[in-house]
């Protein structure tokens, strides 16, 4: 056992008990820490992670574990933790900051700030001598240049609080470009992007699968199928145990960073999901039930929940729980090796260790090999898992699950969506707010309440039930309220009832994460629909016309662009009049039909329609005859 101890010993967050042993004297992110720094005029040590970040694994063992190292930085300066995940506000500012720098984001977030809070430098990894170096350098300058360092952290600031207006045009683009450009960046081969890391991005892929079912596009349909089957070939999808990593370091998807959050499980069931209601191939059946599998026995707790993430390393090593050797496989399968290499690739792949990646004769690991590699793998040590149960990942997760119901019919997914959204309304909703983490009292941000209001409105389409239609209501009332900046157009990170930092984001981009905007963007459309709402309404077209500035890129705009090819190919408006059994409403959400909210009238003024199951069908306000047959409304909201 560690003799260290420092104030990081008080704190929920695995990460931050993960450096609570360390000698560097770290304090948590809280008023007496920044009251501490502005009395003895100290410059703040910044440093952002989280717990299954490989390189902050990597920081923390090499350098603040390091006796010599800690005692120069206690000296010299006030060193704060911030856990990501918790305090996104906090590393939303401090990475934009970085980039303002030149230089490239990422984790461990390591930053050096005024005593006003404000950022003058940074990074991320450093090597030991690296971090030293600096160090010494950081508090000379503080001692000999300070006035200049303190004009540098406010120009960065405010480069940050005016970060959007670089990213304003005046150039209007339209989506034909934007597609056609984005086109380019296709890697026909091996599927995703021409770049490396590839990183999975399902939302991005998603809005290109819409793209191309509206205006039969089949070059990039096929180009979505390419990536998603790219994907659950190689390594970066875990055969054995379900799931996708974080990204792969190769262009081929063979090699992952092999931490599993849940956010992009939750993502990749939605575009797996819409994928299988166009196709019906049952590959992305299998493999939406091994992955729902994955979440509900590793990654929930017994009221509902669901854990943030898993670790990339075990004992210390990166990939060791899931990397193999040839003998080893070999060994387990000894009467069954003709079979094993028809099903997997086994070259290395891994320095000398195998990746499981499937060979070109198969498309999913057959049941009785997953079954057996999955027993011998449990046998090992496996990777930590971070029990800390996040609003927004939850809700992530929980859409995605929605969707895996909608297109497979599956009652046992409906089952599992019940468990999550009651825990959900039960344990992180109190009243009209939301709590960003199970356990913890501080309240959401605009992330949370986004997706959960998404969740609770998909919920709605899927069992028709009101109260968490009413409630989706009542949290857009409330995110209007506390988050919408109508200066703007758009909804800010933090809420006005939020600490006040040196600046209050706006996030307009989409990356892995659909922005939060862009969600409340796709909610409005919907709520404004069902209810008549002139206030959403209006907020939503404020939106749409503002974001024109900043659309230049569908890679980092998609999610905007979803919503916007749903508005302008109409919304189909289905008002039902009468009961509709479970049965009859899974059969319309299975099929591909993303531009379309669902209402119920119990009864309705006209006389021939009374005590008949109808529908009727709307589009910008001019409604067709009613139909009363399921298969004809299908094929009337069918995309293609």
């Known amino acids: 056992m560690s003799k260290f101890n420092n104030e990081l010993v008080n704190e929920k967050s695995l990460y931050l008990l993960k450096h609570s042993t360390n000698p560097v004297n770290w304090l948590a992110w809280n008023k007496n820490s920044l009251k501490k720094a502005k009395k003895e005029n100290k410059i703040i040590i910044l440093s952002i992670g989280y717990s299954t ?51 490239q984001g990422g984790w461990p977030l390591n930053i050096f700030l005024m005593p006003d809070q404000k950022p003058f430098y940074g990074g991320t990894y450093f090597s030991p001598n690296n971090w030293m170096r600096i160090l010494d350098n950081i508090k000379n ?7 200049k360092i303190q004009e540098s952290s406010e120009a960065f600031t405010n480069e940050i609080i005016h970060s959007n207006k670089s990213y304003e045009t005046n150039k209007i683009f339209n989506v034909d470009t934007l597609v056609n450009e984005i086109r380019i960046k296709f890697d026909y081969e091996d599927g995703g992007m021409l770049k490396e890391p590839k990183f999975p991005m399902p939302s991005l892929w998603n809005s290109l699968l819409l793209q191309s079912q509206l205006y039969d596009d089949n070059e990039i349909y096929k180009h979505v199928i390419r990536t998603t089957d790219a994907i659950l070939s190689g390594g970066i999808y875990d055969h054995i145990g379900g799931g996708i990593s974080r990204y792969s370091v190769d262009k081929k998807w063979i090699v992952p960073h092999f931490e599993k959050m849940i956010y992009d499980n939750g993502l990749f069931l939605e575009l797996l999901s819409n994928i299988y209601k166009i196709s019906k191939n049952d590959r992305y059946k299998k493999i939406i039930n091994l992955i729902i599998n994955w979440l509900s026995d590793e990654m929930s707790d017994v009221d509902g929940g669901f854990y943030s993430a898993v670790d990339a390393e075990s004992e210390g090593k990166e990939g060791k729980f899931y990397s193999w050797d040839k003998k080893e496989l070999l060994n387990i399968f000894k009467n069954e090796n003709s079979c094993l290499s028809n099903e997997i690739d086994l070259k290395n792949n891994f320095g000398d260790k195998i990746i499981i990646t499937l060979s070109d004769k198969t498309d999913i690991l057959s049941e009785k090999i997953r079954i057996k590699l999955n027993k011998e793998r449990n046998k090992r040590i496996k990777p930590i898992t971070d029990k800390k149960v996040i609003c927004s990942w939850n809700s992530i997760v929980l859409i995605g699950i929605i969707n895996a119901y909608q297109a497979t019919k599956d009652i046992t997914y409906l089952e599992k969506v019940n468990k999550n959204i009651t825990f959900i309304k039960d344990k992180l909703l109190n009243k009209n707010k939301l709590y960003r983490i199970l356990g913890k009292k501080n ?10 209001i998404k969740a609770f409105i998909l919920y709605y389409e899927s069992t028709l039930d009101r109260e968490y239609l009413n409630l989706a209501r009542e949290l857009v009332e409330y995110t209007i309220s506390k988050f919408y900046n109508d200066k703007e157009c758009f909804f800010s990170f933090s809420s006005s009832e939020h600490e006040k930092l040196i600046s209050n984001n706006i996030q307009i981009f989409d990356n892995v994460i659909p922005s939060a905007n ?95 199951q109808s529908f009727i069908l709307c589009r910008n306000k001019v409604c067709d005859e009613p139909i009363f047959d399921i298969k004809n409304l299908i094929k009337a909201i069918k995309i293609k």
């Open 53 to 103: 970040c490989h390189w902050c694994h990597v920081m923390e063992r090499e350098s603040f574990k390091n006796k010599k190292i800690a005692e120069f930085m206690n000296d010299n300066f006030i060193s704060i933790k911030v856990d990501r995940e918790e305090r996104p506000d906090i590393d939303n500012i401090y990475m934009e900051a970085i980039q303002k720098m030149g230089i």
């Open 141 to 147: 300058i503080s001692i000999s240049e300070r006035n």
């Open 443 to 452: 309240y959401g941000y605009i992330d949370d309440y986004a997706f959960t």
């Open 518 to 612: 862009s969600v409340m963007y796709h909610n409005l459309l919907l709520l404004g629909k069902i209810y008549d709402d002139v206030l959403y309404k209006s907020i939503f077209n404020d939106m749409g016309k503002k974001v024109k500035k900043y659309l230049n890129n569908f890679e980092f705009m998609h999610n905007w662009i979803y919503v916007d090819n749903m508005n302008h190919n109409k919304i189909n408006e289905i008002t039902i009049n009468g009961t509709l059994n479970k049965e009859k409403l899974i059969k319309i959400l299975s099929s591909y039909s993303p531009n379309k909210v669902l209402n119920i009238k119990k009864d309705t003024n006209n006389k021939n329609l009374k005590n008949k």
